[in-house]
T-cell receptor
Framework: RKEVEQDPGPFNVPEGATVAFNCTYS??????FFWYRQDCRKEPKLLMS???SGNEDGRFTAQLNRASQYISLLIRDSKLSDSATYLC???????????FGRGTSLIVHP | SQTIHQWPATLVQPVGSPLSLECTVE??????LYWYRQAAGRGLQLLFY??????ISSEVPQNLSASRPQDRQFILSSKKLLLSDSGFYLC????????????FGNGTRLTVT
């Protein structure tokens, strides 16, 4: 069975903190990786794709470690508006069905 | 640009009543289409997906069915709702085979009473 595991949290951090989430996957044939953000009672929205070389988008940095089969998301200078659930998504090459993690909850407090 | 529309946003239905949720995609052709359900505080559960008109794959046997009468239309149905059908239903589309992310509609929050 293909598994994507995330620490459910919640991660409770003050504004301005740096926080990192990891996501492990079991399928070594996985080729595509994404992070989504889901606000309470809303749909998941794509936050960023994760590339082999790592990628950065403003305060967000995503990295992939194929050898250890995990991806990570680093959020610097946390804002109150970053409070949400962050979903890790992994997809095998040629597959129509991505595998979603159950998400990590982040709460940023003043 | 591509957009996905899903309706209604909320729905309260009695046990035993029928259900029809509709999803349409604009700005693309031959998308892969998906129905997910998310129970309160839980992860996403894939219910159905479709790679073309009339092609439906079911991931979980249950009280629901799906249809794709047109290229960019995906419908989730039930003849008789159960209490356990309550949840947040999400339609999504994707352009290819896993190398591109899925994009979700706004979701339908269904409460079966």
């Amino acid at each position: 069975r293909k598994e994507v595991e995330q620490d459910p949290g919640p991660f409770n951090v003050p504004e301005g903190a740096t926080v990192a989430f990891n996501c492990t996957y079991s399928n070594s044939a996985s080729q595509s990786f994404f992070w989504y953000r889901q606000d309470c009672r809303k749909e998941p929205k794509l936050l960023m794709s994760v590339y082999s070389s790592g990628n950065e988008d403003g305060r967000f940095t995503a990295q992939l470690n194929r050898a250890s089969q995990y991806i990570s998301l680093l959020i610097r200078d946390s804002k109150l508006s970053d409070s949400a659930t962050y979903l890790c998504v992994v997809s095998e090459g040629g597959s129509y069905i991505p595998t979603f993690g159950r998400g990590t909850s982040l709460i940023v407090h003043p | 640009s591509q957009t996905i529309h899903q309706w209604p946003a909320t729905l309260v239905q009695p046990v035993g009543s029928p259900l029809s949720l509709e999803c349409t995609v604009e700005g693309t052709s031959n998308p892969n289409l998906y129905w997910y359900r998310q129970a309160a505080g839980r992860g996403l559960q894939l219910l159905f997906y479709s790679v073309g008109i009339g092609q439906i794959s079911s991931e979980v046997p249950q009280n629901l069915s799906a249809s794709r009468p047109q290229d960019r239309q995906f419908i989730l149905s039930s003849k008789k709702l159960l209490l356990s059908d309550s949840g947040f239903y999400l339609c999504a589309w994707g352009p290819g085979q896993g190398d591109s992310p899925l994009h979700f509609g706004n979701g339908t929050r269904l409460t079966v009473t």
